[in-house]
């Protein structure tokens, strides 16, 4: 590399010489040719290093001129095709066909008889929504521990329209209802052939009501409620009943006032005087109007929730000119000690409660049509609970309470009275009176639902009771333990399956025998106390297709004839099968 740099450097030298040479002299000097003889002996020179930073002596720095680029863009046109991807294909599955009514019809020993049918249309773009349905549950067996009939009816016809547009929806529904149950609670050989020949125990319910609801967007006026219904039986008792509830909402800053509303009215008669009375004498008439408003604050603090409210409460007895006001805590509260895991709740509240004829059939269809309808006035309860998810399939609830009762409707049979010749025989100790008593509940409850997966859920709950009356007496056919269990499984996509086993424990009863010029209280009688018992219930189903389905359910599976009422014991074993069949109408 020396050696070539030498050379270049002494052709550069030969030739700035050459150049000099030739502006002296402008005469034309010919040619020649030169022949170097001397051998070519390359020298090495000391090298140095160029400085990284050099330093500038001249007395003008020169700048950079900016400079300006712009992109000419010039359209070209182009053949290529770029070939197009093609995403994988994943299977769908197909939405599943919904049908707008559907009929089920089932046949079991007892000669019992299930029907049910249901049929929703709409109008308007699904704006307008009209639904029927029909229901039917009887049965015409027979007991061995009884010589009456033990036939039981239950046919309900509902009716109902709905409307819903942006800002409001409203709807209104009618309901017809029709129950037949017997007064069978004698035993065998007690009383003649002939007499039980005569007996005519059947009693019959009617019940006719409409329904009304609105519910409002963006306005103060919530919601509202409007039920108007007539009941009545075979005995020519009959019983009116009006209840209007509007609720409006009034927000303030961050917070929100409700006012709720209620005005109840119940009034009917019995043909019939009590059977703690030995003659027929009179009947019995009751008017209770209630009119009460509920104002609360709503205050929400991140994982805090409290409802703050009072319940005040303007109580007519028309029937017999008494009026009393009432005034009754509201107040509820909720807190997520560990978000959804763990939530604390609790609160105090209080209601007076409006008792009705309708109410008490459907807890105990065997009262007689003699019954005493007054409120209950239900001070307070108090609770506290923890409730949430152990675990994201389990979820628990578990709740303290302490309730003080003035009124408490309690059942107990009614003294066999053969003085009495009503038209229907429920005067034989086998029908039910409503006897009133003050009562403090102290209870504990506990629940567990477990979702092992899509297709398997089981619940479990149990609750426990301890009763102090202000008679002393026992709080009669109330139990002190009660608990269920229950359990859906989807086997298959065609098959699936169901079961639910309760408990209920003892509770007690009062039969006594009415005496003439005697007062209740000295009627002989003695307490009875009913065994607990249990109850298992299960059903099973096959899907043929998307419409027809084939199910059996059995009932009372441990063939366990116990008795949910004094006197009253309940069927066998009951099996039941039957097909359900979708449809669009």
Known sequence: MQTRATYIFSLLFLSLFGAMYGQEKTDDIGTETVTVVKPYS????????????P???????????????SIFSVPVASTFTPAKGKASAVKKTPPPTLYNSYASVGLGNYNNALVDFYT??????????????????????????????????NTKLDVTYGKKDRYMDWGAAVGLQHQLYNWYGIQNDVYSEDLVASMDA???????EAKAHLNMEDSFFKNGTILLRRFWDATESGENRVVVNPTIELPITEELITISAKFDYVGGNFKNASLNSTTNDGEINYSQFQAGVTPSLLILRDDLTVNLGANIVYGLDAENSDSNFYIYPAVTASYRVMDDNVIAYGGIEGQLKQNSYHDFVDENPYVSPTLDIQPTDQQYEGYVGLKGQLTSNIGYNLKGSYMAENRKPLFYLNPENTFRDDEKSYYYGNSFQVFYDDVKTLGVFGEINVDVNRNFTLGVNAEFYDYDTETDNPAWNLPSIKGSLFMDYQITEQWYMGANLFYVGERDDLMAVA???????????????????????????????????????????????????????????????????????
């Open 55 to 69: 330093s500038l002596n001249d007395s003008i720095v020169l700048q950079k001129k900016k400079i300006d680029y």
């Open 515 to 585: 005496q003439q010029n005697a007062l209740p209280s000295e009627f002989p009688a003695m307490i009875v106390t009913l065994d607990g018992f249990f109850d298992a219930n299960a059903h099973v189903g096959y899907r043929v297709n998307d419409q027809l389905s084939i199910f059996v359910k059995a009932s009372n599976i441990a063939d366990n004839n116990y008795q949910r009422w004094a006197n009253f014991r309940v069927q066998g074993f009951q099996a039941l099968a039957g097909v359900s069949y979708k449809f669009d109408f």
């Open 42 to 53: 390359p020298t090495v020179s000391d090298a140095f290093k160029i400085k990284s930073t």
């Open 120 to 153: 929703s249309r709409e109008f308007n773009r699904g704006e307008d929504l009209l639904d029927f349905g029909l229901t039917h549950n009887s049965s015409r067996g027979d007991l061995d521990s009884t010589p009456l009939d033990t036939d039981f009816y």
């Open 202 to 208: 059947k009693q019959n319910y009617f019940n006719a």
